[in-house]
């Protein structure tokens, strides 16, 4: 069982990004390393507290499972991901 927040989507809740949409690739104890795919790409995330975002549970998704089993993850998956997201909602 994952107890952490680590391929769940994530809304920032302050900053100038407030209100985007980003995947949690990576995670420690205070920080969450977030990706659009577009702007932060997997391979250069974006370092923000976990305070300062809202988490999006997503469970049933692949690419939840991706990031979870460690795979290999493009750009390209995360923003089809996050666009259908918006669409959605």
């Known amino acids: 069982m994952n107890n952490g927040i680590k391929g769940f989507m994530a809304k920032s809740l302050s900053g100038h990004d407030k209100?985007?949409?980003?995947?949690?690739?990576?995670e420690d104890s205070t920080f969450a390393y977030l990706s659009d795919g577009q702007i932060r790409k997997v391979n250069n995330p974006k370092r923000k507290k976990k305070k300062h975002i809202q988490i999006i549970k997503n469970e049933n998704s692949l690419l939840y499972k991706k990031i979870l089993d460690n795979q290999r993850v493009s750009d390209e998956e995360i923003k089809f991901e996050i666009k259908h997201y918006i669409e959605k909602k």
């Open 19 to 26: 209100d985007k949409i980003y995947y949690v690739i990576e």
